[in-house]
């Protein structure tokens, strides 16, 4: 089975830009989680969107969007960036039916840094 | 609401040193814990998990019990490698319905010398 695929590995923006992120969910799992891991820290939950809407957010504010498609895949949009908003962005997708005690499959991340 | 707390690394062992990296945790209702790994320059990958009280979960000669009694779920490792040498993260899942958000430990990193 296919892991979990983000694009792009790395990005570099300007401070007030808005920025799109992917993923590609694992074969077989209907929902997909963002986390931002800012530098030496853990990651921090944004939000988790099942069958196409967001069921769950964390404490993130609305410039920090996002879409389910009908496929499972995903994208994390943040508008009017930030220099804090530099971070590793992981996309997880799990398989609801497995019950929370399955565990999620994590992407490599994509690293974005704002200048 | 939820939290975990790891031990401060960094953690520098001599190859085949015993290890233990603590983790505890606050939650409501009945989480489920994970040990998860983070190789530089990687994302994360699932290395344990438990779903319950008593539970041990075990993976590559680690292993980790759900304490609840003392809210805890230390990593343990008999003999380690250099290739062990990563970051490690303890979570928990203690959402309710379809919501099933992890929360992270800040992290532990764990360099283990030839």
């Known amino acids: ?115 | 609401g939820n939290s975990v707390t790891q031990m401060e690394g960094p953690v520098t062992l001599s190859e085949e040193a015993f290890l233990t990296i603590n983790c505890t945790y606050t939650a409501t209702g009945y989480p489920s814990l994970f040990w998860y790994v983070q190789y530089p320059g990687e994302g994360l990958q699932l290395l344990l998990k438990a779903t319950k009280a008593d539970d041990k979960g075990s993976n590559k000669g680690f292993e980790a019990t759900y304490r609840k009694e003392t809210t805890s779920f230390h990593l343990e490792k008999g003999s380690v490698q250099v290739s062990d040498s990563a970051v490690y993260f303890c979570a928990l899942s203690a959402g309710g319905g379809s919501n099933y958000k992890l929360t992270f430990g800040k992290g532990t990193l764990l360099t283990v010398n030839p």
């Open chain 1, 1 to 115: 089975e296919t892991g979990v695929t983000q694009s792009p590995t790395h990005l570099i923006k300007t401070r007030g830009q808005q920025v799109t992120l992917r993923c590609s969910s694992q074969s077989g799992h209907n929902t997909v989680s963002w986390y931002q891991q800012a530098l030496g820290q853990g990651p921090q939950f944004i939000f988790q969107y099942y069958r196409e809407e967001e069921n769950g957010r964390g404490n993130f504010p609305p410039r920090f969007s996002g879409l389910q498609f009908p496929n499972y895949s995903s994208e994390l949009n943040v508008n009017a960036l930030e220099l804090d908003d530099s971070a590793l962005y992981l996309c997880a997708s799990s398989s609801q039916w497995r019950g929370r005690g399955y565990g999620y499959t994590f992407g490599s991340g994509t690293r974005l840094t704002v200048v």
